[in-house]
């Protein structure tokens, strides 16, 4: 089985398993149990957290105690006005062309990202997100709002491959779907394959190797298919990191 969905049980038959393959389905039903319990403490937290604005700047906004994915450990979001606008340009051109957000390490692409999870979703679309792990031992994160203020988490294992996470993802709404990934300490290239029925917003440092090199931007002779855009991320004023340097210790 691919992916689990909170709240859901599996039923085993035990006639059919034997007690080896029994205690296996048990350790993997935990694990992920705990993940899936992980990725919908994030995105209830995330979803619902106050967009809070910073007394002394009027272009300076956080959100508070947001639990990472991984580890549990609450952090900070700090987004200046710029950040805000940037992934908000990321997603209208994702329309038309892949997106890779690029910028040196440590200027808060990743953690801003979670921002951006966000945005989408209050745009009422499917989010696909994967920080990729040199071992692959990662998981796709999906998550869709299914109510009022009301969303669901789906994980599968990094190894299911983005494709298949996809087309689960989409199901027979095609267009809604936005795959969204983090090389972390990857070295191979997070562009999906052409057929990969996603809008798709990469986060990256200067290494072109995580975006495919040049054919990542290369126009393509098929009208068809996406040639993709590198934008920049923008990089924080002095007077904002004076302004909002207590909140930075928190998010870093």
Known sequence: ??????????????????????????????????????????IDALMGAEKNRLNDSPDIWYLEDIPLLLSGQKKTIVLTQEVEQFWEVCVRKSITRRICAVGSPGVGKSITMMYLIRILLEMEKKVVYLKRTEEKDSHYYVWEKVGHEEYKTTVYPETSGVKQVINAANGDKVGDTYFLCDPGLTLTSCNPSPDVKASVIINASGDDRHWGGREFTKRKEDPGLQHGVKLIFPLPKKQQLLDACHLFSASV
């Open 1 to 42: 089985r691919m992916g689990s969905n909170l709240g859901q049980k599996r039923v085993v038959n035990e006639a059919d398993a034997s007690e080896d393959e029994s205690r296996k389905r048990g350790k993997t039903e935990k694990t992920d149990d705990d993940t899936l319990e992980r990725g919908q403490t994030f």
